[in-house]
């Protein structure tokens, strides 16, 4: 019996080792914060988060989308439950803001505030940078095969048997197209919405493909010969060694920043502000844009190419928004998408 005995104690001691190994009851553990941050899925490196995480002990959760609208679509749905944080173009953070589902941000809790270039703040779609913080920008750069001089008003007009590359966007397709019928516009009318549904659908004809993503791959098998993209498009093709020049247009300087901004609804607000000013440092912002080849905001790292010397020279940035109501700019896109252009 006192055999048996001793068994059963070192079969419960091993059985309790076990399970102490493999279970901590809360009592036992660190409480773990977190953020929901929704985000484009290239917004943030995989190092970078696993740096802030170890560092300040605050586990980033992250929920991609692939469109502006996609991001608003949603958060309008669930009044930005479920959210903390988010990344967003110029043009949406009016929209956001517009519709309350942002919070103000309080700016002393970013120190790194100070390190942003000047020329990124205060912009109309955010004047006093209330509810909103760039973390990259690029401007819109013409790929061609060969060194050129265009404006975007030049895509809209015969290119011959040249192919070109436009944007996917409906907000930036329709914006390029009133600007070149009607130059700096702010809102379009219903006739005027009309001439550009015409516009859009006679240079359809010349499309190859509207993309963004897959412009190098349509330039380098030669498929296209003319593409109007972000100039971190342009970039990468240059990394990689494709054969391609690239110039800001000749017309109208388009740029787009992304921006970090709180939404209203988050009750974790002081690790936000804490993973903002993290994503601001020097070393995040040269992480991140050595990687993603857009343009940093810390002004210690703006790069000195002749695109940005261009840009700040002429000091006049055009940023997307809506031209038409969202229904509006929805149902051109579709009845662009539908037309079979005649030969």
């Known amino acids: 019996m006192v055999r048996v005995f001793y068994a059963f104690l070192w079969v419960l001691a091993i059985y309790f080792a076990i399970f102490v190994g493999h279970y901590s009851p809360s009592w036992f553990q660190t409480p773990v914060k977190s953020i929901d941050f929704f985000c484009w899925g290239d917004t943030i490196e995989p190092e ?3 740096e802030f995480e170890q560092t300040y002990k605050i586990h980033v959760n992250i929920h991609p989308f692939s469109s502006n609208e996609e991001m608003i679509v949603k958060l ?7 959210y903390d944080l988010i990344c967003a173009s110029d043009y949406a953070i009016r929209i956001l803001k517009e519709e309350n589902l942002i919070a103000p941000i309080d700016h002393g809790q970013i120190p790194n505030i100070a390190s942003i270039d ?13 509810v909103s ?26 290119q011959g048997k040249k192919r070109i590359v436009m944007t996917p966007d409906p907000v930036e397709a329709i914006m390029y197209a009133a600007y070149t019928l009607f130059g700096k ?7 005027q919405l009309k001439e550009v549904a015409r516009l859009l659908k006679s240079q359809k004809k010349s499309i190859e493909a509207y993309v963004d993503h897959r412009a190098k791959y349509l330039i380098e098998t030669g498929n296209c010969d003319l593409a109007l993209i972000r100039s971190g498009f342009a970039r990468l093709m240059e990394k990689d060694k494709v054969p391609i020049h690239y110039s800001l247009p000749n017309d109208w300087h388009f740029i787009n920043i992304e921006n970090l901004a709180i939404t209203a609804s988050s009750n974790k607000k002081d690790e936000v502000h804490t993973f903002i000013n993290f994503f601001l440092s020097k070393n995040s912002q040269k992480v991140h844009s050595e990687n993603t080849l857009v343009f940093p905001v810390h002004k210690e790292l703006t790069t000195e190419t002749k695109i ?6 002429k000091n006049d940035p055009q940023f997307f928004h809506y031209l038409a109501k969202e229904e509006d700019t929805r149902d051109l896109w579709v009845s662009l998408k539908r037309h079979q252009p005649s030969e």
């Open 48 to 50: 970078l988060l696993e």
């Open 76 to 82: 309008k749905a669930v009044q930005g439950k479920g």
């Open 118 to 130: 000047p020329y990124l703040l205060h912009q109309n779609f955010d004047p006093q940078n209330e």
């Open 133 to 158: 913080l760039p973390v990259e920008w690029e401007p819109y750069v013409i790929v061609s095969n060969e060194p050129t001089q265009l404006g975007i008003a030049d895509l809209f007009q015969d």
């Open 185 to 191: 516009t702010d809102q379009l009318s219903d006739v």
């Open 308 to 313: 940005v010397a261009e840009i700040h020279e």
